[in-house]
């Protein structure tokens, strides 16, 4: 283990919550409701503030104001979860990922059972 503030906990954290954010846009619904929408802009919004990284949390708030999350569909998350992921990649020097390969990279989670998972599940009528 390494220790607090070094950079292979940053890395790690890094990996942890690109993993979370990637995997929240697979699963997220391609007709999310209006309080779904806002629940990620609300997520995103909040890791501007206070991502554990406080350069990381600075730096990802300028990329947000410069491209907002795009909340309409999974599709349109999922592309720009991988867009905002690039412009951090750039930043670091590391190579950049095509985004036509984000489905074959991060998947819906398995739970297992039948719609345990599914985000459309038990939503409320419109
Ligand atoms: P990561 O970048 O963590 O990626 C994990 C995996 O995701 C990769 O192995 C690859 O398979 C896949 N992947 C890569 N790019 C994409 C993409 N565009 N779309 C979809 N999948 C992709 N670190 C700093 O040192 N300074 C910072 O300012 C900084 N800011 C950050 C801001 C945020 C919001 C987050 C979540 C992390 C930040 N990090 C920062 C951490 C950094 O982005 C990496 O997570 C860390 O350097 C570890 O990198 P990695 O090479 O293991 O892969």
Redesign the pocket.
Known sequence: TSPLGS?AN??E???A???L??VLAAQFPEEPTRSQQKDVKTLIGL?TRI?P?A???K??KEVVRHDPPTVSSGTELQQW???V??V??R??D?P??N?NF?GA??GALDCGEQLACDMTVGRPRK
């Open positions: 950079q940053k890395d954290l890094g990996r919550t690109w993993t954010l990637h890791l991502y990284c350069d990381c949390a730096h990802f979860m991988c867009r992921h690039n951090v990649n930043s670091l590391k950049t990922f985004c984000v990279r991060w």
